[in-house]
């Protein structure tokens, strides 16, 4: 009840093309919500959890694992999607 519904406030805000700030407070109403239905306890005051991690840009063929890693991922998934794992427009 702490995390689960911020996370998805962000990832279907970010699919929408409309981002939410971390530091955005969250909506009394829904603290109000969350206390009728019996919970206890400080309840996150903002969007976010603190600092914002760095983004870090995917290399195609870098060699650190998480470039190792989308590649994987890229080659298994995207020809069943009907998408070339080596454009990097996709």
């Known amino acids: 009840m702490r995390c689960v519904p911020r996370t998805w406030t962000h990832l279907l ?11 955005t407070p969250v909506p009394e109403a829904w603290a109000q919500n969350l206390r009728r239905r ?27 694992w998480l470039d190792r890693s989308i590649g994987a991922t890229r080659q298994a998934v995207f020809p069943l999607l009907g998408l070339d794992p080596d454009d990097p427009r996709d």
């Open 13 to 23: 805000a970010e699919a929408s093309g409309v981002s939410v700030a971390p530091t």
């Open 38 to 64: 019996g919970v206890r306890g400080e309840l996150p005051a903002t969007m976010g959890e603190g600092p914002v991690a760095p983004v870090v840009a995917w290399i195609p063929g870098g060699e650190s």
